[in-house]
């Protein structure tokens, strides 16, 4: 019944420290936690990244500029891709899903998140395709991320199974008809994939 199975990638594919970023540079600075949180996931930043519509040294400038950040742009690369981990319990889902069905990562990021993780994660070659909001210029949970991620795999909605830990992500592609789980842990989407059918 299902050709194709999409993952997130952050919180389900690989896990995300993104804490130990923001620690580091409020340590480095002297200034709080949330004030560095707010500013290097401020909108008007991070949303044109994530769009592709600003390049990864373009948000550097930018970053540096609000919080007056000492890294150079070498630094600041490497401190902002030190925050995955592979989920092996996911990932050797993915390895025997594979063999029956299509598989794809569909993704909020940016460029240099999406760079890092195809080249750091080897066991990740198992996807057919990989629609990155940066690359498209389109984010979840816009319907239209996820149609076109159907028209690139040539299935249907009800062919398709989409895998997500945000609720409001999940909730969306349930709404243009996907088959969608909401992502706890490795085991626990076990159990709902063989729920629906799959042979994991």
């Known amino acids: ?20 970023l923001v620690h580091q540079v409020a340590m480095l600075l002297g200034r709080s936690f ?13 949303l044109p990244f994530e769009l592709g ?13 609000r919080l007056r950040l000492s890294w150079t742009y070498e630094q600041f690369v490497r ?20 063999t029956r069905h299509k598989l794809m990562a ?15 994660f080897p066991s990740l070659g198992v996807f057919d395709d990989w629609v990155a909001s940066c690359d498209v210029g389109l984010r979840k949970p816009d319907p239209q991320i996820y149609a076109l991620a159907l028209r690139r795999a ?11 830990d945000r609720p409001e992500l999940v909730d969306a592609g ?8 909401r992502f706890e842990s490795s085991g626990q989407l076990a159990g709902e994939l063989r729920k629906i059918g799959l042979d994991v």
Do not use: C
């Not at 390049?55 to 500029?65: D, F, H, I, N, V």
């Open 174 to 181: 349930r709404a243009v008809g996907l088959t969608a789980i």
């Open 34 to 46: 949330e004030e560095v949180q707010e500013q290097i996931y401020h909108h008007d930043l991070l």
């Open 106 to 120: 569909l993704t909020n990021t940016n460029r240099l998140h999406i760079t890092y993780i195809k080249g750091a």
């Open 1 to 20: 019944m299902y050709q194709l199975v999409m993952f997130d990638l952050g919180g389900v594919v690989v896990d995300v420290e993104s804490d130990r």
């Open 154 to 164: 040539g299935v249907e909605p009800r062919a398709a199974v989409y895998v997500d």
């Open 79 to 98: 401190a902002w891709n030190d925050i995955f981990l592979e989920n092996r319990g996911v990932t050797r889902l993915m390895e025997r899903l594979r």
């Open 53 to 65: 519509q600003i390049s990864p040294e373009a948000y550097y400038e930018g970053l540096k500029g």
